[in-house]
């Protein structure tokens, strides 16, 4: 049951490029999603969210970008900096987030200095 | 910043045996969940709790898990007869009512079922 599908197991970016994480689903009744940030031995870490409604959501180095009609969505970091390598998890929902978080297999993130 | 706290970090187990994981969910949070990562795989919902009943379970949460919320600060996960399938890294989340929807996670606590 692969809902949510993260291809790029892993990347490795240049300390102050652009990180690009990409994530696919397959549920059409998903309509919000997250990203979340883990290090090892520490918990999901929440980063930013986007609900259906929209296309594009912004905070701070950290932009998600939803294409409905594709069914994928997309994180962008910039700049990228060494404290951002961490493994990346896309997550999704129904109902606007009130119902279980639906897991992508998370894509670890290395940034070189 | 509010966080959610789990204990023990690491537990061993026999098979058979009943173990029981405990999370203090971050205090005005009402919504409270248990999620598992078995190692190398994804993240997977197990069950939704508010309340103080279940709101969702997924078909890993069979009879053999329970929930409880015993105080107010408690949400305790039980497994009654641990089976060498069940060794994963059991994460508690918790979230608020109102604002955005957003779980907040603990580190974790790892099971393991010898």
């Known amino acids: 049951d692969q809902q949510v599908k993260q291809n790029s197991p892993s990347l490795s970016v240049q300390e102050g490029r652009i990180s690009i994480l990409n994530c696919d689903y397959t549920?059409?009744?998903?309509?919000?999603f997250l990203w979340y940030k883990k290090y090892p031995a520490e918990g999901p870490t929440f980063l930013i969210s986007?609900?259906?409604?929209?296309d594009k959501n912004e905070d701070g180095r950290f932009t998600v970008f939803l294409n409905k009609s594709a069914k994928h969505l997309s994180l962008h970091i910039v700049p990228s900096q060494p404290g951002d390598s961490a493994v990346y998890f896309c997550?999704?929902?129904?109902?606007?987030?009130?119902?279980?978080?639906?897991f992508g297999t998370g894509t670890r993130l290395t940034i070189i200095p | 910043e509010p966080e959610v706290t789990q204990t023990p970090s690491h537990q061993v187990t026999q098979m058979g045996q009943e173990v029981i994981l405990r999370c203090v969910p971050i205090?005005?949070?009402?919504?409270f969940y248990w999620y598992r990562q078995i190692l190398g795989q994804k993240v997977e919902f197990l069950v939704s709790?508010?309340?103080?009943?279940?709101?969702?379970k997924s078909e890993i949460f069979d009879d053999q898990f329970s929930v409880e919320r015993p105080d107010g600060s408690n949400f305790t996960l039980k497994i009654r007869s641990t089976k060498l399938e069940d060794s994963a890294m059991y994460f508690c989340?918790?979230?608020?009512?109102?604002?955005?929807?957003?779980?907040?996670f603990g580190a974790g606590s790892r099971l393991t079922v010898l």
């Open positions: 709790f508010y309340n103080n009943e279940i709101s969702e």
């Open positions: 549920n059409s009744m998903f309509d919000y």
């Open positions: 986007i609900s259906s409604i929209k």
């Open positions: 989340a918790s979230r608020a009512v109102t604002g955005l929807i957003v779980l907040t």
């Open positions: 205090s005005n949070h009402l919504y």
């Open positions: 997550a999704a929902s129904r109902n606007f987030g009130n119902e279980k978080l639906t």
